[in-house]
């Protein structure tokens, strides 16, 4: 049992009248929606054969017993599907406070991810970590990543003043492609450990990979049970294409016709948990960067894509919901919400003469989110905003797997539906192109030269001085 629930009741039109979607439109759907499927079982993307490696599994948990315990930090030098699935996992999977506890009940070092090249980010980091105990975990497929290459060089630097060259080559573990790009030709150059990057998995799908795997285990995280989590899922999906067996094909559909028949183009995921507050962040990247594109499979131009963002209950009710209740048809909300917490916090009785407060007493924290997000799931649905929930029952390694594996799912049909490649990224390797243009990279001066001159700004347009 999965555990995990996808209930889209309040996206039919039942619940939310016009802006819903109706029985006829799935019906009409339905020969796209088998294509989709097959599709996706004909050729199936490389992050499917992610949870079946145990064999990878069983060398990191021996890597990760090793670093464990010999520091007390481990710094992931990453970027965007380098950084932002060990962010969810650990979020979801650890204690709320971490890095704050002490070792034990702390089950492993702890954990960085700057996911950024600010210099008062990169630089505030350095003068808190003990060099000598942290492990530096260096994750980029190309090994051409201008952001982590930066860090990998400054971070190597720093060690290599500290504690020499040759110490310093044991605080580095470099997981990249297993056999191609420059950061594979330092690995056999200058002795690095290292993990591989599968070739066809790219890295908003990498999480079940090395790329996410190992810092999930130095931090104490049962990464087995996470990979058994994802193949359930996984079974799940190949067994039926029908949407009422198929959780990752219902969320396709249903969001692919709300952007396409109900112009809901904005996609909002808020969770109703502190410790899913992050997957939201990594489904972000996944759904923007592969659904958001220019152009069709066939040359046509499309400009497709739901724009995602996060939002988090009950934080947000006192945010962004004002808009989301009575601001524009744009957006449809996906809920996530947990039955059981793991642990429960008690309201105590007090001041009995005061109602506002009274009625607080004798019930929980865990019974009071749960139910503001039962009230703000009605609320929209009062207001005619569609909105769905993926419901959990816990938050442990079995269902986190299988979450983020039906969202890499829903993601990879969803490609289908909008007959786009959604394992590419053509908007995202331009910027980088421009980057290494203004960085002075070799072979890239003719761009530099038309980068600078597009870039120079009018002073008729700047305000201030």
């Known amino acids: 049992m999965l555990n995990l629930r996808y209930d889209f009741n309040n996206l039919m039109a039942e619940r939310v009248g016009d802006h819903g979607i109706t029985d006829v439109e799935l019906k009409n759907l339905a020969s796209k929606i088998e294509a989709a499927w097959n599709a996706v079982e004909k050729t199936p993307p490389g992050f499917r054969k992610l949870p079946f490696n145990t064999k990878l599994a069983n060398e990191i948990d021996v890597l990760a ?62 003068d808190a970590l003990d060099l000598e105990s942290t492990v530096f975990n260096v994750i980029t497929k190309s090994g051409g990543t201008a952001e982590t290459m930066s860090e990998f060089l400054v971070f190597r630097d720093a060690l290599v003043r500290k504690l020499g060259p040759e110490k310093a080559v044991n605080q580095i573990v470099i997981t990249t492609d297993p056999e191609k790009g420059e950061l594979r030709e330092i690995v056999k150059k200058y002795g690095y450990k290292s993990l591989p990057i599968p070739p066809d998995v790219g890295g ?3 999480v079940m990979s090395a790329v996410g795997l190992l810092s999930a285990a130095v931090t104490g995280i049962d990464i087995h049970k996470l990979l058994e989590g994802a193949a359930e899922m996984d079974v799940l999906c190949k067994r039926s294409g029908k949407l009422w067996e198929n ?15 109900k112009g809901k183009n ?17 489904f972000r990247q996944l ?12 040359g046509k131009i499309v400009h497709c894509g739901q724009t995602p963002e996060k939002a988090v209950g009950a934080t947000d009710q006192h945010s962004v919901m004002q808009l989301y209740i009575e601001g524009p048809f744009d957006k449809v909300v996906t809920f996530l919400t947990v039955d059981e917490f793991a642990t429960r916090c008690e309201i105590p ?36 905003k569609p909105n769905c929930a993926i419901r959990v029952k816990k938050v442990d390694e079995r269902t986190v797997g299988a979450l983020l594996y039906l969202l890499e799912m829903q993601t990879a049909y969803a490609g289908e539906l909008y007959n786009v490649n959604a394992f590419d990224q053509p908007g995202v390797e331009l910027g980088k192109v421009n980057t290494y243009a203004l960085m002075g990279r070799r072979g890239f001066e003719a761009k530099r030269r038309e ?10 347009f700047v305000v201030g001085a």
């Not at 599907?81 to 702890?110: K, V």
């Not at 904005?266 to 990594?282: E, F, G, I, K, N």
């Not at 109602?355 to 009605?378: D, I, S």
């Open 65 to 126: 017993s090793e670093i464990a315990e010999r520091c007390e930090n481990f710094v992931v030098v990453g970027i965007g599907g380098s950084a932002l699935g060990n962010i969810a996992l650990q979020s979801a999977l650890n204690h709320s406070c971490y890095n704050e506890l002490l070792r034990p009940p702390r089950r492993g070092p702890r954990l960085f991810v700057p996911d950024n090249v600010d210099p008062d980010r990169i630089n505030g980091l350095l």
């Open 349 to 384: 009785h007090a001041f009995p003469e005061y109602e506002a407060v009274k009625y607080l007493g004798g019930h929980t924290m865990n019974e009071l989110l749960n139910a503001e997000g039962k009230a703000t799931e009605l609320a929209l649905t009062q207001s005619g």
């Open 247 to 261: 959780p990752a094909l219902t969320g396709a559909a249903l969001h692919y016709l709300m952007d396409k028949a």
């Open 287 to 298: 759904w923007a960067e592969s659904l958001g594109k220019r152009m069709d499979r066939a």
């Open 204 to 206: 908003r799908w990498s």
């Open 451 to 460: 980068v600078e001159q597009a870039a120079k700004s009018n002073p008729k």
């Open 266 to 282: 904005v996609q909002v995921m808020m969770s109703y948990s502190h410790a899913l507050r992050d997957v939201a962040d990594w």
